[in-house]
């Protein structure tokens, strides 16, 4: 079993920045990815960065609408994902999830296994 855990989410105005964070504890594996995404009310579930936690390269991928906004890390030693999110704008208000799955970064929601409940960012103008 796996366990995501998100946080980091907040009230913001456009233009601010916040981090989110995705702790992940459980049993893993050699090769594994972990995926960021969001759900605004009302629409589905989008992808908007991942990632390879292990194995070789970090196999990088994000949605087009946060490229050069967003920026997905790793932190090992601390079991943790980040999404750097800088120059918010209000149609990144969104629930936020993390999620992981075995093999290569996808963009795909259902190509993921576990996922956290959530963390909330609203983004006023």
């Known amino acids: 079993q796996v366990q995501l855990a998100e946080s980091g989410g907040g009230l913001v105005q456009a233009g601010d920045s916040l981090r989110l964070s995705c702790t992940i504890s459980?049993?893993?594996?050699?090769?594994?990815?972990v995926g960021w995404f969001r759900q605004a009310p009302g629409k589905g579930r989008e992808f908007v960065a991942a990632?390879?936690?292990?194995?070789?390269?970090?196999?990088?991928r994000y949605a087009d609408f946060v490229r050069g906004r967003f920026t997905i890390s790793r932190d090992r030693s601390a079991s943790a994902v980040y999404l750097q999110m800088n120059s918010l704008k209000p149609e990144d208000d969104a629930m936020y999830f993390c999620?992981?799955?075995?093999?290569?970064?996808?963009?795909?929601?259902?190509?993921?296994?576990?996922w956290g409940q959530g963390t909330q960012v609203t983004v006023s103008s």
């Open positions: 999620a992981r799955r075995v093999g290569a970064p996808t963009t795909g929601a259902f190509d993921y296994d576990f």
């Open positions: 459980g049993r893993t594996f050699s090769s594994h990815a």
């Open positions: 990632l390879r936690w292990s194995g070789g390269g970090d196999g990088v």
